[in-house]
Nanobody
Framework: QVQVVESGGGLVQAGGSLRLSCAASGRTFSNFVMGWFRQAPGKEREFVAAIRGSGTVTFYANSVKGRFTISRDNTKNTVYLQMNSLNPEDTADYYC?????????????????WGRGTQVTVSS
């Protein structure tokens, strides 16, 4: 069993920045793909970003490319999502998820463990 805990959400004005953190338990953290998803009210959960175990390969949704950066620190079992140039459309609950390093990173079905989410609100 892997425990996943997100933190760092909050309220920010449009154009501002936030950094989300996600801590995952497990001695094989560096073997996991870590992903960030988000879900706005009334919408389906959508892919935001993912990072392979080595930290050298990353993936982004088109909507956040160039604004968000995913990174990880395997010594701390933690993955980060730096979010810059935020806009009200980024308002959502953000979820961190864990999967093995096989298959697509873009779909929720591929992830085995999820955190409870952290809320991000961007005011205009």
């Amino acid at each position: 069993q892997v425990q996943v805990v997100e933190s760092g959400g909050g309220l920010v004005q449009a154009g501002g920045s936030l950094r989300l953190s996600c801590a995952a338990s497990g001695r094989t953290f560096s073997n996991f793909v870590m992903g960030w998803f988000r879900q706005a009210p009334g919408k389906e959960r959508e892919f935001v970003a993912a990072i392979r175990g080595s930290g050298t390969v990353t993936f982004y949704a088109n909507s956040v490319k160039g604004r968000f950066t995913i990174s990880r620190d395997n010594t701390k079992n933690t993955v980060y999502l730096q979010m810059n140039s935020l806009n009200p459309e980024d308002t959502a609950d953000y979820y961190c998820a864990v999967k093995s390093d096989s298959g697509s990173v873009y779909y929720t079905q591929g992830y085995d463990y999820w955190g409870r989410g952290t809320q991000v609100t961007v005011s205009s």
